[in-house]
């Protein structure tokens, strides 16, 4: 499985564009780029996949350039609520359920 | 969307006990289950694939033994720790892939974790 690396921690301002970038250089052909957020005593919960260029949901934004070896997850105007910490896993398409390997995750702060 | 349930939310017990988890999809069937475990302050660390019917896949380090896992049905998975003890504290997490119909392409809902403590 793809090892993904993203920074520790990253501090907003409320209102604020939150951009959470991870590397992942040895990306197979068949993964997909995944991100999931996770409050505090709270179970992981699926935010955006992306297998290359752009996708767009309400929640949020993930830029993927053409060599795949790194991602970008772009938070529009961050609230408090944003405050979590954000994963970004490397998925492999299969037609069955793959085991997820979540990394450090990077904890984001918002602040007033 | 698909929904995953545990049971209990949190649970407290003497060193020795054994504790079951119970971790349910509530509105979609799971042929495969997935059981992670997290310290403070720390990412998740898959512990083992629960499969419907069969044997659970246990990854490197964990002791199938101390963790017993059953998969009866296609809603409920329910992990075990058998003769808890201190070290076991820590926040379990069940995850199950619900069917295109329900998700995006592989993603997975996790259940809202149990926080076992052991005294």
């Known amino acids: 499985l793809a090892k993904t690396t993203q920074p520790i921690s990253m501090d907003s301002y409320e209102g604020q564009e939150v951009n959470i970038t991870c590397s992942h250089n040895?990306?197979?052909?068949?993964?997909?780029i995944t991100w999931y957020q996770q409050f505090p005593s709270q179970g992981p919960r699926f935010i955006i996949q992306?297998?290359?260029t752009k996708v767009t949901n309400e929640v949020a934004s993930l830029f993927i350039p053409a060599d795949r070896k790194s991602s970008t997850l772009s938070l529009p105007r961050v609230s408090l609520s944003d405050t979590a910490v954000y994963y970004c896993?490397?998925?492999?398409?299969?037609?069955?359920?793959?085991?997820?390997?979540f990394g450090t995750g990077t904890r984001l702060q918002v602040t007033l | 969307g698909a929904v995953v349930s545990q049971h209990p939310s949190w649970v407290i017990c003497k060193s020795g006990t054994s504790v079951k988890i119970e971790c349910r999809s509530l509105?979609?069937?799971?042929?495969?289950m997935f059981w992670y475990r997290q310290f403070p302050k720390q990412s998740l660390m898959l512990m083992a694939t629960?499969?419907?019917?069969?044997?659970?896949?246990?990854e490197q380090g964990v002791e199938k033994d101390k963790f017993l896992i059953n998969h009866a049905s296609l809603t409920l998975s329910t992990l075990t720790v058998t003769s808890a003890h201190p070290e076991d504290s820590s926040f379990y997490i069940c995850?199950?892939?619900?069917?295109?119909?329900?998700?995006?392409?592989?993603?997975?809902?996790f259940g809202p974790g149990t926080r076992l403590t052991v005294l």
């Open positions: 995850s199950a892939r619900a069917p295109s119909s329900l998700s995006s392409y592989n993603e997975q809902f």
């Open positions: 040895n990306i197979a052909t068949n993964d997909y």
């Open positions: 992306g297998y290359k």
């Open positions: 896993l490397v998925v492999p398409y299969t037609g069955t359920a793959s085991k997820l390997t």
């Open positions: 509105d979609f069937q799971a042929t495969t």
């Open positions: 629960s499969n419907e019917g069969s044997k659970a896949t246990y």
